[in-house]
């Protein structure tokens, strides 16, 4: 079974739409949760940073965290083009982990005026 | 805003080379890997770097690796005798402890091409 898995899209959607983007993870250890946002031959970029469960708004952003579930979510709302790119979700292990991420595939998403 | 700087952005070797990945990570950041990404894959973990020493280093990360910070601002990433398999992006990250926000800052990568 795969540490995180999240499924590559694509995704296209019109401007101002809101997005859903998701993963789900495996090992019940991770306790840290992130999205990054990479554009095309770029590094990964941090977007949201969660510990545990809960919700974490961040203006348009709000990224989600269900331990119970193993289930990560991104919501971007009012969507522009310039939220065109791939999204990793991204987990972490807590306690005396060195911070090794483990990522999930991507998704790609497009956002068409 | 400080930024992980990596060089070159393009390397091009033949199959059986030996190729030094350089980051320069930021400045007081104390944790350093890195990670590649083959292609339409995942990004991976390569190995992580604390105190001079290797903390963590993944089954893709074998004797054909080896990672130096030769002085108090390089980190490198050695690949000796490429294989065409080697060739991905390539990249470095590094964080702070800071708390339990310990955020990691990636570069923006080295594409390296085996031939």
């Known amino acids: ?113 | 805003e400080p930024e992980v700087t990596q060089t070159p952005s393009h390397q091009v070797t033949q199959m059986g080379q030996e190729v030094i990945l350089r980051c320069v990570p930021i400045s007081n950041h104390l944790y350093f890997y890195w990670y590649r990404q083959i292609l339409g894959q995942k990004v991976e973990f390569l190995v992580s770097f604390y105190n001079n020493e290797i903390s963590e280093k993944s089954e893709i990360f074998d004797d054909q690796f080896s990672v130096e910070r030769p002085d108090g601002s390089n980190f490198t990433l050695k690949i000796r005798s490429t294989k065409l398999e080697d060739s991905a992006m390539y990249f470095c990250a590094s964080r702070i402890r800071s708390g339990t926000k310990n955020i990691q800052y990636f570069g923006a990568g080295t594409r390296l091409s085996v031939l």
């Open chain 1, 1 to 113: 079974q795969k540490e995180v898995e999240q499924d590559p899209g694509p995704l296209s959607v019109p401007e101002g739409a809101i997005v859903s983007l998701n993963c789900t993870y495996s090992n019940s250890a991770f306790q840290y949760f992130m999205w990054y946002r990479q554009y095309s031959r770029k590094g990964p970029e941090l977007l949201m940073y969660t510990y545990s469960s809960g919700n974490k708004e961040d203006g348009r952003f709000t990224a989600q965290v269900d331990k119970s579930s193993k289930y990560i979510s991104l919501f971007i709302r009012d969507s522009q083009p310039s939220d065109s790119a791939t999204y990793l979700c991204a987990t972490r292990l807590g306690g005396t982990s060195y911070g090794k991420l483990t990522f999930g595939q991507g998704t790609i998403l497009t956002v068409h005026p």
